[in-house]
Structures are given as structure tokens and as C-alpha cells.
């Protein structure tokens, strides 16, 4: 079972960038689609980010289009979630996700498609 940890969450101002990890533990990450989601008290879960599990493809919520990059290093076992432009409206606390079928396309949009979930970062951007 893997183990998922994000980091890189903190107070941010309007138009500032940040970059989020994503460290897996216990298992590779190297074959699996990995995710990005977010969430605030009001809303459910949102899909924010993926990527495919060789990599090759990406794929964004619309609200994030244009200002978010999803990557991967599976020499380090870690994704990443590159974050411009931010708005105070990306306020939420992000999770890291990943599946439990090796080289299979998950729908990216749907939570109940992850298997694995971090503990998230909670992510605050100021106006």
C-alpha cells in the first residue's frame, strides 16, 4: 500500500506561484496516474490536476487551466503541482492521489476513481 505525502502548502499573496510535492513511500509511483484535488469546508471534492502514468498526457479543471502544471519524477518517486497566477479563489486544502492499477488511465475527474489519498496541504492565497 502506498503512502502519499504533500507538501509545500502555505500563505500566499495574489499572483504568487507555489510549488506542491507530492513524496509516495512504500510503493513506486513509475506506471500510475497521479492527481492533484482540492477542497474547501463549502465545496466537495475538485479535481485539480493529473497526469498520466508514463507521464505523457496532462489534465486540468478548467478553473486551472493556463496557470497549473502537473509533473512527476519517478526517480524520486514524487509529483509535483506547480501553481501561477493563484487567486484567492485556489484557497483549499490540496491531496495528492494515485490508483492501484499499474498503467491504466483512471477518469481523472472522479475522487472515487483514486485509490490512494494523502493527508493534504492547505494552501492560502490572499488578495
Known amino acids: 500500500q502506498v503512502r502519499l505525502v504533500e507538501s509545500g502548502g502555505r500563505l500566499v499573496q495574489a499572483g504568487g506561484t507555489l510549488r506542491l510535492s507530492c513524496e509516495a513511500s512504500?510503493?513506486?509511483?513509475?506506471?500510475?496516474?497521479m492527481g492533484w484535488f482540492r477542497q474547501t469546508p463549502e465545496k466537495e471534492r475538485e479535481f485539480v490536476a493529473g497526469?498520466?502514468?508514463?507521464?505523457?498526457?496532462?489534465y486540468y479543471g478548467d478553473s486551472v487551466k493556463g496557470r497549473f502544471t502537473a509533473s512527476r519524477d519517478n526517480g524520486v518517486n514524487s509529483a509535483y503541482l506547480q501553481m501561477n497566477k493563484l487567486k484567492p479563489e485556489d484557497t483549499a486544502v490540496y491531496y495528492c492521489?494515485?490508483?492501484?492499477?499499474?498503467?491504466?488511465?483512471?477518469?481523472?475527474?472522479?475522487?472515487?476513481?483514486?485509490?490512494?489519498w494523502g493527508q493534504g496541504t492547505q494552501v492560502t492565497v490572499s488578495s
Open positions: 512504500a510503493r513506486t509511483i513509475s506506471g500510475y496516474a
Open positions: 497526469i498520466s502514468p508514463t507521464g505523457a498526457s496532462t
Open positions: 492521489s494515485t490508483t492501484d492499477e499499474r498503467y491504466a488511465d483512471p477518469h481523472y475527474a472522479t475522487p472515487a476513481e483514486w485509490k490512494f
